[in-house]
Structures are given as structure tokens and as C-alpha cells.
């Protein structure tokens, strides 16, 4: 996964939440940019602080709920749409702990080799996410569903995007209408993706710089 500068998440956070009144916080400052993010390591996400306010934040790739006693086992960085709901890990935070998270783009492997996806127009997506802060830290994790066509070549599996509505409404409405979401991201939206080849070299997370993801 990678993201981007604070600057371009700030203005593109604004424009989501498009609301006069609404403010967009980032108390602590946002992870630098980076271009080979693993699971573990910290992440930006947004969440609401109130109805009129957005918290941007760092955050730990990997949740830990609220009930997690040590930090033993897989990390959580993925949650399955079709489970979210049910799953101990997840349903408590679905409840009430949901969150958007930034990227210009991520990771995909395919027959040994690495691909990169993003928007064809250069701007951020916003994958559906839960937080939590188990253990006195933020963390979170990203919702993934079906791959809808053509991405199912790539990968069986999709980080479930949001347009702008939809993150509106993932962030704000209650439980019941969020989970009007948890299904594959739509054509329009899947159908602004790009798919090209990356830099094997991605394969090492100690490597971090912009000729990863390729052209």
C-alpha cells in the first residue's frame, strides 16, 4: 500500500466530507508519505470525532480490539464485507467505530509478480475501514470484499472503495444503513482503476522509494 503527503490528504479529506460546517483534524500529524506500507506499521485513516468534526490520524495497519490482551496472533489487517458483521474480532467496532482509509494506490501479486493500482485520474481512493484502540493504541483495518470484473483477473479479492457518498455515508449513518455497503465496490468506480506492472524489489519492505510502483 502506499500514501501520500498530508497536504494532498487534508484537501482530499475536506472535499469527502464536503459539509460547510464540518473541520478536518490532524492532532498528531499524519504518517510521512510512503511507498511500501506493510501490515503493522502505521497508516492514515479518518474517522468522525463528532458530526461536524474529522479526525485524521496515524494508525497502526493491524487491528487490535478493545478486548485484545497481548499483541500475539495474526495481524488484523484485513476484514471480510461477508463477515464484518459476525466475526468477534470486527463486530463491536463495526458498530460504531468505522472509518475511511487514504491511499493512492496498493500492492498486487499475480504468478510471482507485483502489480500497483490506482486511480487512472491520480486521485486518492477511500477503502471502508474499522477502528479500534485496543491495547492504548489506534489501529485499523480495511473492509475487502469479491473482486468485481476485470480486477478478478488480479486478485479474487477487493479493498472495498468508496465514492464520495458512500464514505459520507459509511462515516455518518447508523449500523444498519452502513451495512448497505458491505458488497463490491461499483462499475463506475472499479472501472476508474489502472493496473501496472511494480518493481519486484517491493517484495522487501525495507525498501521505500518512488520508482516501486512503477509507470
Request: aromatic share 8%; net charge negative.
Amino acid at each position: 500500500m502506499l500514501f501520500t503527503t498530508e497536504e494532498k490528504l487534508l484537501a482530499a479529506a475536506t472535499s469527502l466530507i464536503d459539509a460547510p460546517e464540518a473541520t478536518i483534524q490532524a492532532p498528531e500529524g499524519t504518517p510521512p508519505p510512503r511507498y511500501n506500507v506493510a501490515p503493522t506499521q502505521m497508516i492514515a485513516m479518518m474517522r468522525l470525532a463528532s458530526p461536524s468534526e474529522a479526525l485524521l490520524e496515524p494508525a497502526r495497519w493491524g487491528l487490535l480490539p478493545h478486548w485484545k490482551k497481548d499483541i500475539s496472533g495474526p495481524p488484523l489487517f484485513n476484514a471480510r464485507a461477508e463477515t464484518v458483521q459476525e466475526k468477534p474480532s470486527f463486530r463491536d467496532a463495526f458498530k460504531t467505530q468505522r472509518c475511511v482509509i487514504p491511499l493512492d494506490g496498493y500492492y498486487e501479486w499475480k504468478d510471482k509478480k507485483p502489480y500497483f493500482v490506482r486511480r487512472v485520474d491520480g486521485e486518492l481512493l477511500w477503502a471502508a475501514g474499522l477502528w479500534s484502540t485496543g491495547l492504548g493504541q489506534l489501529s485499523a483495518t480495511m473492509i475487502t470484499t469479491d473482486a468485481p470484473e476485470p480486477m478478478q483477473d488480479l486478485h479474487h479479492r477487493l479493498p472495498r472503495f468508496l465514492q464520495a457518498e458512500e464514505a459520507r455515508q459509511w462515516l455518518i449513518d447508523d449500523t444498519t444503513t452502513a451495512a448497505q455497503l458491505l458488497h463490491p465496490s461499483g462499475q463506475e468506480l472499479v472501472a476508474q482503476l489502472r493496473i501496472s506492472p511494480a518493481d519486484p524489489a517491493v517484495g522487501a519492505v525495507k525498501n521505500d522509494y518512488p520508482e516501486l510502483i512503477g509507470h
